[in-house]
């Protein structure tokens, strides 16, 4: 099973700028991996906010915004706000549409 | 509206099996895939499978093959996801998650705790 790596923590001042990344052990990620970045606050469900690495849900707040940054997934948050503290995952899709979450990244907006 | 709505928690030994169950309402329960996806206790997601809900086609990881089964009832709208000879690493969350018209994962079940222990 491939291998998919993230920062496990960053942090960020409110109103600042951060940028999360998603890297796979097999090489580049590209748009065929289809990338997907998450947020999850404790004790919620995962709610989805990027898909095929830069579009956009209807709930997904406009500070948010998805790349590729030199072979890597990314994932930039301008403007954080204090209720943007979460865990954030990213996931790429493999042969076979088989999917691999990444470690995942605990944001903390300090 | 468009609500995915999980059995409730599950206590088993280790060796046993276990089934939770994915209800799907407010919308043609054939028209979206559904993923499973699993987060053991502080850990990451990680992604277990997906079903075809129209002709009940499946893929899994790697990693649970030959143990996990993937069903689905079109007459009750409903997925299974049952995991064979659970172990205490098996203990955690399982969500269902469902695909949109555009972009997947779009709507969450509220998850299932199941707890494998002796």
């Known amino acids: 099973q491939a291998v998919v790596t993230q920062e496990p923590s960053l942090t960020v001042s409110p109103g600042g700028t951060v940028t999360l990344t998603c890297g796979s052990a097999?090489?580049?990620?590209?748009?065929?991996?289809?990338p997907y970045w998450f947020q999850q606050k404790p004790g919620q469900a995962p709610r989805t906010l990027v898909y095929d690495t830069s579009k956009k849900y209807s709930w997904t707040p406009a500070r948010f915004s998805g790349s590729l940054l030199r072979g890597k997934a990314a994932l930039t948050l301008s403007g954080a706000q204090p209720e943007d503290e979460a865990d954030y995952y990213c996931l790429l899709s493999y042969t076979g549409a088989r999917r691999v979450f990444g470690g995942g990244t605990k944001l903390t907006v300090l | 509206q468009v609500q995915l709505v999980q059995s409730g928690a599950e206590v088993k030994k280790p060796g046993a099996s276990v089934k939770v169950s994915c209800k799907a309402s407010?919308?043609?329960?054939?028209?979206?895939?559904l993923h499973w996806v699993r987060q053991a206790p502080g850990q990451g997601l990680e992604w277990m499978g997906i079903?075809?809900?129209?002709?009940?086609?499946?893929i899994h990881a790697q990693k649970f093959q030959g143990r996990v089964i993937m069903t689905r009832d079109t007459s009750t709208s409903t997925v299974y996801m049952e995991l064979s000879s659970l172990i205490s690493e098996d203990t955690g969350v399982y969500y269902c998650a469902r695909d949109g018209a555009e972009g997947l994962f779009q709507v969450w079940g509220e998850g299932t705790m199941v707890t494998v222990s002796s």
């Open positions: 407010g919308y043609t329960f054939t028209s979206y895939y």
């Open positions: 097999t090489g580049a990620v590209t748009s065929g991996h289809f």
């Open positions: 079903i075809n809900p129209s002709g009940g086609s499946t």
